[in-house]
């Protein structure tokens, strides 16, 4: 089976630009997108096909993928920011999600 | 205004079954792959399984496969997952999604992404 690996944890300053990395095999050929969850809410998707941003995300976010590694980055990284992310992929028919970056704004 | 509505989830004893249910608002749900994503208390996210609307055809993560089974009722708007022989590990907030395609060179492609998620259903198995 597919994996993709993501850090547990991520701390960023309000301000400051956060990264959140997704590694899989060869993740780079296939596209990657992103989710947003808050506490209590349902996940909402920030990132898609790798690079692009829905309507009502804010253009401080952004997605690459390249190689083995999809990364999401948050410039000026807001308090608001704060939550799980997880990305995901697809492989044969099946939906991977990566186990998910808890990210901390503080 | 597009809204996914789950409902259905509940308290259920091992070995037992289950119907939950995603009432779709503001698009047609045959147009767009449908897919039930779960989340165990304080766990990530689990795909589950997608009905894909280019094919027809279903398909399902192998912790669910032979257990469970997506349908939807067209005439109804809505999206179902019947659950049996439940087990504890089946414990999650069960959410629905729609799915849109990617576009490459104006063209669509099946699977894409989960744009939009409804709010989940609670399912609790235990004894």
């Known amino acids: 089976s597919y994996d993709l690996s993501q850090p547990h944890s991520v701390s960023v300053s309000p301000g400051q630009t956060a990264s959140i990395y997704c590694s899989g095999e060869k993740l780079g050929d296939r596209y990657v997108c992103w989710y947003r969850q808050k506490p209590g809410q349902s996940p909402v998707v920030v990132i898609y096909q790798d690079e692009k941003r829905p309507s009502g995300i804010p253009e401080r976010f952004s997605g690459s993928n390249s190689g083995n590694t999809a990364t999401l980055t948050i410039t000026v990284t807001q308090v608001e920011d704060e939550a799980d992310y997880y990305c995901q992929a697809w492989d044969s028919g099946t939906a991977v999600f990566g186990g998910g970056t808890r990210l901390t704004v503080l | 205004e597009e809204q996914l509505l789950e409902s259905g989830g509940g308290l259920v004893q091992p070995g037992g079954s289950l119907r939950l249910s995603c009432a779709v608002s503001g698009f047609t749900s045959e147009t767009f792959s449908m897919t039930w994503v779960r989340q165990a208390p304080g766990k990530g996210l689990e795909w589950v399984s997608t009905?894909?609307?280019?094919?027809?055809?279903?398909y399902y993560a192998d912790s669910v496969k032979g257990r469970f089974t997506i349908s939807r009722d067209t005439s109804k708007n809505t999206l179902f997952l019947d659950m049996n022989i439940l087990r504890d590990e089946d414990t999650a907030i069960y959410y629905c999604?729609?799915?849109?395609?990617?576009?490459?060179?104006?063209?669509?492609?099946?699977?894409?992404?989960?744009?939009?998620w409804g709010r989940g259903t609670l399912l609790v198995v235990s004894s």
């Open positions: 009905l894909s609307s280019s094919d027809g055809n279903t």
């Open positions: 999604a729609k799915e849109e395609p990617y576009y490459s060179h104006n063209k669509a492609y099946y699977p894409g992404y989960f744009a939009l």
